[in-house]
């Protein structure tokens, strides 16, 4: 049984990349898209945030000098160019998926309408939010907050490369240690990074507990979405 009915999970774009320098590496979206159909077959409705970063941030390296809005407008449509492969790779393996943009684009995916999105999840298929909130200044992280939030999903799942969040840096130093639970209040005030600020902000507003794992992990996401003991939980 799923601890969880609805979920929503936080993908970076940089996750999609694998070992490559940049860009989608197929075999690793692949994986990851298996990892999640295996959430889905245990009857968790499941919405997806995908990140951009693979293909472009608003606020380095090609962007620079460039008109911040601009850029980050960029990034938006990098997140869509994600969304649709990774609803496309869904399909092949045999999923439903449906796209909904943040911004504008009838002719490549349908626009988020909240109560056709909560009707898809209810169909039972997978949602996949395309172009972050439709804002520059803003982040990815932000749109999960912000959807988590809106479409009543218990959690909110970053998937990260760590497998969790840890007391120091666990490249740096040896001796760190992973966080099983930890509250937002305390998260603050030992300054560790779990979100970006306004995503963090949000989902303390809206004590929306959010779940750091691996995705690199095999069968990660499956035994956070079978309330083991995976990653860190954030809750209030
Ligand atoms: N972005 C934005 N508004 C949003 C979401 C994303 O402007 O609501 C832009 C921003 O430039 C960001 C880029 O899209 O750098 C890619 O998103 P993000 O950095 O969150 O992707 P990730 O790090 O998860 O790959």
């Not at 970076?12 to 994986?31: C, P, Y």
């Not at 998937?159 to 120091?168: E, F, L, N, S």
Request: neutral net charge; charged residues 20%.
């Amino acid at each position: 049984m799923p601890a969880y009915k609805r979920i929503l999970i936080k993908l970076s774009g940089e996750a999609l990349m694998g070992d490559d320098q940049f860009g989608i590496n197929r075999a690793t979206m692949v994986r990851m898209v298996r990892e999640v159909h295996e959430v889905t077959q245990l009857g968790c409705e499941v919405a997806v945030v995908i990140g951009g970063g693979n293909i472009f941030r608003g606020v380095a390296g090609g962007s620079v000098g460039m008109d911040r809005a601009t850029a980050d407008y960029m990034g938006m449509l990098a997140t869509v160019m994600n969304s649709l492969a990774l609803a496309d790779t869904m399909r092949q393996e045999g999923m439903t998926a449906r796209v909904m943009s943040a911004i504008a684009i009838d002719q490549v995916v349908e626009p988020y309408v909240r109560p056709k999105a909560l009707q898809y999840l209810e169909e039972g298929k997978v949602v996949v939010f395309a172009a972050g909130t439709g804002n520059p200044f803003f982040t990815t992280d932000t749109a999960a907050a912000l959807r988590g939030a809106e479409i009543g999903a218990e959690i909110v799942l970053k998937a990260t490369k760590v497998d969790g969040v840890y007391t120091a840096d666990p490249k740096k130093d040896p001796a760190a240690t992973r966080y099983t639970n930890i509250s937002f209040d305390e998260a603050i005030t030992k300054n560790l990074q779990v979100m970006d600020a306004t995503a963090f902000a949000l989902c303390r507003d809206q004590k929306l507990p959010i779940k750091v794992f691996s995705i690199f992990k095999s069968g990660a996401l499956k035994r956070v979405v079978l309330g083991e003991d995976e990653g860190t939980l954030v809750h209030v």
